[in-house]
């Protein structure tokens, strides 16, 4: 053994290079038990083929030995070779002492292949050796999670929790939260996310989006502030903790949360649509229409943003904003009919009457079945003396909705 010590003094004093001469040079003289210890050191310092190697002779000589066949197994996942290890770890039988570990990579195995039905019934033949075996639940419960099979899994979960409540790091009552807020009962989710007790930045911010989901604004707003003190760059809360504060009535702290966000994220449409939409509740038209422009200016396909401002142009009666917006939207490639539609309705109150022939005659062809483009279409062209045009397209709007008792008796008039 004194060279394998002289090996792991030179690793740990990062002599890596003449840590594996030493091993490799004394591996022909190295007895079993010495073989079997430079392979655990081979598995952890990362030289795995070279462990494998090892592992074969071994597994030769020794071929009921259950610990090196786990050993290779384990090697064989770590290089992808899954084939391989399901290859020795079914070799496994139930007299064998490591079956029930066996069946447990095996299970993750199939799992990993998509093979699901195969993998819980590797799990569900160790939970009949094991019955109250947390880690057999567990795993029960997150091959059902992960199939969206949500009823299902949380019986699992609860079993697990009953005798272990923390398994591989992971408390088990996130889990169940999750299961119960992906299944829609929102204040069972709250019950565990309560009993959690690790500040990770990823629960705090699920059981915040829980609480809001449950309409529990106070708990989401409560627990959001406490995330962003530990993590202020946590960034995905500072939109959801906006709208929290507004759906509480509290529109003063949501615009400054929104702004406190952009100054931490400046490329976040969303934070910019909140912005925009807050300050302009809250009187500030200006500020308002600033922030949604730079919504719009980062994602110009951002339909929230693009439709607050037509609308709000249009009740400001602003139509020349409508047009310069349009304009701008359709320069940098947006192709939605109905930008050419609002256009064409603007150019219309603007009185220039040939754009917005240009741009109605261009939506048409995308919303001849859209009975809000055709009437408007329909009444523009009798107004403009197209009256052949303008009927047939009242027509067209009639074949959608023929209860409009006035448009039916306009078009009759027409025909006289």
Known sequence: MEEIHKAIQAMEAQKTEEAIDILQNYLPQADEEERFT?????????????????????????????????????????????????????????EDEGYLEALLQLADLYQSQGLFEVAEQKLLTAKQLEPNEAIIDFALGELAFSNGEYNKCIPFYENAMHHQPVIADIEVATRLAEAYAANGEFEQALEYFQQVQEDNPEVMFRYGFVAYQAQRNDIAIKIWEKLIDEDPYYQSVYPLLSAAYDAEGMPKEALEMAKKGLSKDEYNKELYHLAGSLSHKAGDKETG???????????????????????????????????????????????????????AKAYEEEEEYEQALVHYQTAYPSLKEDDAFLKSYGYFLIEEGRMTEGRKVLEEYLAIDPSDTEIIEFVHRLRD
């Open 38 to 94: 430079i392979t655990e050191l081979y598995i952890q310092w990362g030289m795995l083929e070279e462990a494998k190697m090892i592992l074969q002779e071994l597994m030769q000589r020794y071929p009921k030995e259950t610990e090196l066949k786990v050993m290779m197994a384990e090697i064989h996942i770590d290089l992808n070779e899954d084939e391989e290890a399901i290859g020795i770890l079914n070799d496994f039988t139930p």
């Open 289 to 343: 229409y600033k922030y949604m422009r730079e919504a719009v200016a980062l994602d110009p396909g951002y339909k929230k943003a693009v439709l607050f401002l037509i609308e709000n142009y249009k009740s400001d009666g602003d139509y020349e904003a409508i047009i310069e917006l349009i304009n701008q939207l359709l320069s940098l490639g947006e192709e939605d009919p109905n930008l050419y539609f609002e256009l």
